[in-house]
């Protein structure tokens, strides 16, 4: 019998008119607010504690599942440039993202998606989900990218840059990233026992896939002169 993707069906409707009726990912978008959208490195690890703080509480208030991370694990992923932050202009923390290959660099997955509330007018969300769109297709080119979410918000972000529904067995079979769920008996997310008891099959979040096969050509979603800047960080990180 075949998989059919689950998405509710209202949600389905109102992403295929969104795509539909939204241009391409505009790069020529220029922000006069005075947020800064920057690849991290260890210089910023002074922000991990609020980071996961604010990743927490905002779980809570909405009654959600979220993947735990550690202080370990967020400092890993600015050490070796593969997470994106938001600033103010006066460097108070506004942002955060990361990125992590799976199943031997076949698979990409940007997770962690978090925006302070009392910033969220400024739509640092997907600015932060389009930096970390390019910084994984400039590490990755060939991967695919993935992600789980519940947010209707994340969704809509998601099909601007291209991703669309697929089922959970099209995503990465990687044991690392479904742990990243947890299990009933050390869970990570609230949802994990719904996960299990289907095998994989599906679970609260929705699953979405960008292959870049199917988007050959097409631009990346920030201005060049950013891009090239993220080329030359790339050039003194490991691509791991």
């Known amino acids: 019998m075949s998989q059919t993707t689950y998405m509710p069906q209202h ?23 005075g947020f800064k959208i920057e690849v991290a490195d260890a210089s910023y690890e002074k922000y991990v504690d609020e980071i996961l703080a604010t990743i927490n509480d905002s779980a809570k208030k909405r009654g959600s599942g979220i993947a735990t991370r550690t202080h370990e694990y967020l400092t890993s992923k600015m050490r070796e440039k593969k997470a994106v932050i938001a600033l103010t202009t006066d460097n108070h923390f506004a942002g955060f993202c990361y990125i992590e290959s799976w199943g031997h660099k076949e ?20 600015r932060i989900k389009q930096m ?30 291209g991703y669309v529904p697929v089922t959970f067995n099209q995503l990465t079979d990687d044991d690392a990233f ?23 099959q599906y679970c609260v979040c929705t699953a979405m896939l960008y292959d870049p096969k199917d988007h050959q050509g097409e631009p990346l979603p920030i201005p060049a002169e950013e891009v090239e800047k993220i080329k030359e960080l790339l050039k003194t990180s490991s691509t791991r």
């Open 11 to 33: 949600i389905n409707k109102v992403l295929t008119h969104h795509k539909q009726h939204t241009d391409k990912t505009k790069t020529d978008v220029e922000y006069e607010d």
């Open 107 to 126: 698979y990409v997955a940007n997770s962690g998606l978090i925006v302070v509330e009392k910033y969220r007018k400024h739509q640092l969300a997907k």
């Open 132 to 161: 970390a769109f390019t910084l994984s297709r400039l590490r990755w080119p060939q991967a695919k990218l993935f992600g789980l979410t519940s947010q209707y918000a994340v969704m809509r972000i998601n099909t601007e840059l």
């Open 178 to 200: 479904w742990a990243g769920c947890g299990t009933p008996e050390k869970p990570c997310c609230v949802n994990c026992d719904v996960l299990e008891r289907t095998q994989r």
